[in-house]
């Protein structure tokens, strides 16, 4: 053993993986759990000591990110993995019946499940409704914001305060506000109709209740990351197109949107990805009412995995979600790029 | 050769000190342990209290220090927040204050105790379980409903009950308008409101819709004013337990899992009873403040507008009765009186009141060590015991005791004990089979299309028998 852990180190250190899954395979097989727990725990210890070993004093970089690695991967990349098996599994995490092999019927179940096709609406039309108005609205504040003018960096701070605040205070807050006995907007339309307004009754009314209350919390974002490009045009060109006498509109296209392109585009992607996941306003104003009228796709996950205790259903849809973002970020990506080429 | 002698040195030491501690440990009498109980409980008036009569004066029999570590979750969080500690497997809790209905959920995930045998064995719990109301016991402890294995007792029963403003409803002028336009009387006294039926209630909810600037009670309103609240709320049950009431008032019934494996949904849950009972619900929103309307209005949202002044008569758990009565948190605590909550007058005359049981069970979970268990029994007897009760019930809460609740004394402590034990027999209960919450969830959405006015009763009801027995065969308990 110890003239091949001289001559071939990094080999052994290899060779220790596949023999740590074996012998934790047949541990989890033929121990108890509280046994083959600590089993598989020594075995993966010893795997990770022969690399610790091996990278002594020859790779001092990898050994210094070596624990951030492995942090992540116990926090992030194995639950995450773990699920992912879970999904071609029966299992539900409030039985006691151990997992028995199911292969692919959850993702079929799930993809012919008339219910999840009827939350994607529902979120795709969310994330159209909310994206769309927090580009609008924060570029327009970035527009403003680049400009000096008197308590600029003062109103700057109470713009970007929405996007500080905890999810739950906003959506505590416009459940109050939207309220049609003691709500600010029922108070103010009431001024003019005499009657209470109901915001959320209707399945419009909600939706635009939901969109409002995201926008207003993330249009910030969107302003910062523009602003960002808008103060990075360099003036000396702003300068030769008033002595060309451009155009306002002109010096707009030409000059400032290619600077801000990109950043545009990155908001874009940020909050697109974000309002897939569109959980915590929905479920604090409406909880997905009227009926399942605002019901987002990460509501229902959350029904099925927490509420139902569907587990290898919910972790199948979730890798499906999953699946979707990446496609979706990959095509913006895609398309972008090609932009900034040509 | 330093080393040597160190570790020597080190070697000797620790082993004379072993042999010390364990001499003093063999030598020195039992001594008292240190024991906590760790217990999950929705944080609301009637946990709090009990923590409070337990850190006051609760005293182990064995010995021990006994310490009450109660975890108190919100309401709106608790059954996501209980479930996950259970099932992420952390063992975190010794006991756990749970709603009826999760019964089924987790014994068959293997977390609650059977309690049998520990009652077999115990004289004094045999006398709990003999002492408390029956109805007590079918919904807080059996599993299957209404079968012989027993896992919970009794924390807090509760039951719906009408709250209502006395200065409104007793004031002269009030009384003699409402008189005038119905030929009827106005209820003042908790007897006189313990007679109205749902008709009276819709005629409260008519009479008392009043507008801004308009007479309430002699003065003008500063905002609008409204008759009558019920829960009709889309999280968690919050319609469910009104709905359900009403349907088995007018003689409909809801999936009886007493009655599995033969018992169907279609045709029960949507019978023409059902439906009638349900337009009956919706018929009576229109009396109710707007938020109805949103679909929103939950017990908590009711509780808030009652306290804010904003309802004249409203039907909600005993739980909130005691911060209603509280200057501190409620704008109307010195004009609230109580009484049975209204029912459906039958040909006869009589008035029925069939409701959803509410209240929680405690449960004792499978992992505790002997210790721990013993001293939760203990915990359990003291509390079960009358002079805890009696201190309990004193101080807000409401006991399952026949022999504390059926006392002359007991309708004295608080003003709405008169409207429990009255009401106490005349509850059910819904589903307690593992697959409740996504009935409940599924029923919750339809019942919440119908009150957003979406659709009909008819058509909520029918979508809802489908996916029931939909979903029951699957599961197998409709064959």
Redesign the interface.
């Known amino acids: 053993m110890m003239k091949v852990w001289v001559v071939y180190p990094l080999r052994v250190a290899f060779a220790s993986v596949p023999a740590a899954l074996i012998v934790s395979a047949l541990a989890i097989t033929f121990l108890p759990p509280s046994v083959s727990f600590w089993v598989s725990g020594a075995v993966s210890a010893f795997s990770a000591f022969l690399f610790v070993a091996y990278a002594w004093g020859r790779h001092a970089g990898g050994l210094l990110v070596a624990p951030a690695i492995a942090l992540l991967f116990c926090m992030n990349i194995f639950p995450l993995l773990w699920s992912f098996g879970l999904s071609f599994f029966h299992y539900r995490a409030n039985r006691l019946a151990p997992p028995r092999f199911a292969g692919l019927h959850y993702y079929e179940k799930v993809l012919s499940d008339p219910v999840v096709w009827d939350r994607l609406q529902v979120t795709a039309k969310m994330v159209v409704l909310t994206v769309s108005l927090q580009m609008v609205i924060g570029f327009l504040l970035a527009m403003l914001f680049a400009k000096q003018f008197p308590l600029r960096r003062v109103l700057l701070i109470l713009v970007l305060t929405p996007m500080m605040l905890s999810f739950v205070a906003v959506g505590a807050f416009f459940r109050y506000y939207y309220e049609p006995t003691f709500g600010l907007v029922s108070q103010a339309v009431r001024v003019f109709t005499g009657e209470p307004y109901v915001l959320l009754q209707s399945a419009a009314g909600a939706t635009a209740g939901i969109v409002f209350a995201d926008a207003w919390m993330w249009s910030p974002f969107v302003m910062l990351l523009v602003l960002a490009g808008l103060v990075s045009v360099p003036k000396y060109l702003y300068e030769a197109a008033s002595i060309d006498r451009i155009s306002h509109w002109r010096r707009f296209w030409s000059i400032t949107f290619p600077y801000v392109r990109s950043l545009l585009m990155l908001a874009l992607l940020f909050r697109t990805i974000e309002a897939f996941k569109l959980f915590d306003v929905v479920f604090l104003l409406t909880e997905g009412g009227p009926g399942t009228s605002t019901e987002t796709i990460a509501v229902y996950v959350y029904r099925v995995s927490f509420q139902y205790f569907k587990t290898s259903e919910s972790a199948a849809l979730a890798y499906i979600l999953l699946f979707t973002v990446i496609v979706l970020t990959n095509l913006y990506l895609y398309f972008a790029n090609k932009r900034n080429r040509t | 050769m330093k080393h040597g002698n160190t570790l020597r040195a080190a070697v000797c030491g620790s082993a004379a000190a072993a042999i010390l501690s364990a001499g003093l440990f063999t030598a020195a009498p039992v001594l008292a342990e240190d024991i906590v109980l760790r217990m999950a409980v929705p944080d609301w008036p009637p946990t709090r209290i009990m923590k409070d009569l337990f850190d006051k004066g609760y005293k182990a029999k064995s010995g021990n220090n006994v310490t009450l570590e109660p975890d108190f979750i919100p309401w709106p969080d608790y059954?996501?927040r209980l479930?996950?500690s259970?099932?992420s497997g952390e063992k975190r809790y010794n006991m756990a204050v749970s709603d009826s209905q999760w019964l089924g959920?987790?014994i068959?995930?293997?977390y609650y105790q059977k309690l049998n045998d520990a009652i077999e064995a115990d004289p004094e719990l045999q006398t709990i379980m003999d002492g408390l109301n029956p109805a007590l016991v079918d919904a807080y402890s059996t599993y299957p409903h209404k079968s012989k294995n027993y896992y919970g007792f009794p924390q807090m029963p509760d039951v719906l009950v009408a709250y209502y403003r006395s200065d409104i409803f007793c004031d002269a002028g009030e009384a003699a308008a409402f008189k005038a336009k119905y030929n009827a009387d106005l209820p003042c006294t908790p007897e006189e409101m313990n007679n109205a039926d749902w008709d009276m209630v819709q005629k409260f909810g008519e009479f008392f819709g009043r507008k801004k600037g308009e007479n309430l009670s002699g003065a003008a309103l500063d905002d609008?004013f409204y008759g009558i609240a019920y829960q009709a709320g889309?999280?968690y049950d919050f319609s469910t337990m009104q709905i359900a009431s009403m349907i088995w008032q007018h003689g409909g019934d809801i999936w009886d899992e007493t009655k599995a494996p033969t018992g169907k949904a279609e045709g029960v849950v949507n019978s023409p009873e059902a439906v009638k009972g349900f337009e009956h619900y919706l018929s009576l929103l229109q009396y109710m403040?707007?938020?109805v309307?949103?679909?929103?209005m939950d017990i908590f949202k009711q509780d808030e507008?009652f306290r804010?002044g904003?309802v004249a008569y409203m039907i909600n758990w005993i739980g909130f009765a005691e911060s209603s009565i509280d200057a501190k948190t409620s704008k109307v605590s010195d004009k609230v009186n109580f009484a049975m909550a209204a029912g459906l007058k039958k040909s006869d005359g009589s008035i029925d009141r069939t409701y959803n049981i509410g209240g929680q069970p405690f449960v004792l979970m499978t992992w505790n060590d002997e210790n721990t268990n013993t001293e939760a029994l203990e915990f359990v007897k003291w509390w079960l015991s009358p002079e805890t009760q009696v201190a309990f019930a004193k101080a807000g809460g409401q006991s399952g005791l026949k022999s504390v609740y059926g006392d002359a004394s007991y309708n004295t402590f608080r003003p709405w004990n008169h409207a429990f034990g009255a009401s106490i027999s005349n509850q059910q209960d819904i589903w307690h089979i593992?697959e409740f919450?996504?009935l409940l969830?599924q029923q919750q959405?339809?019942f919440?299309?119908a009150?957003?006015?979406?659709?009909d009763a008819k058509t909520a009801l029918d979508a809802i028998a489908k996916f029931q027995e939909e979903l029951l065969l699957e599961a197998g308990h409709i064959e």
Do not use: C, M, N, R
């Not at chain 2, 009150?451 to 659709?455: C, N, S, V």
């Open positions: 059954y996501t479930s996950g259970l099932t959920a987790f068959e995930g293997g609008d889309k999280g403040p707007p938020v309307k949103t679909g929103t507008l804010e904003k593992p919450f996504e969830v959405e339809e919440d299309k009150i957003t006015g979406q659709q």
